[in-house]
């Protein structure tokens, strides 16, 4: 995963997420804010 080698250069290996979720979009109010409860 590019994603994973791309931090693994870049921070220690505890810092390192073990699963990333990958969104189409932010789930958002009707006034545009990202709702963070929801992620």
């Known amino acids: 995963m ?3 080698e791309f931090l693994a ?4 290996d505890y810092e390192i997420p073990r699963e990333f979720a990958l969104l189409k979009e932010f ?3 009707e006034s545009g ?3 963070k409860k929801e992620l």
């Open 2 to 4: 590019a994603i994973r």
């Open 9 to 12: 250069e870049r921070l220690a």
């Open 27 to 29: 789930p958002k109010t």
């Open 33 to 35: 804010k990202i709702r």
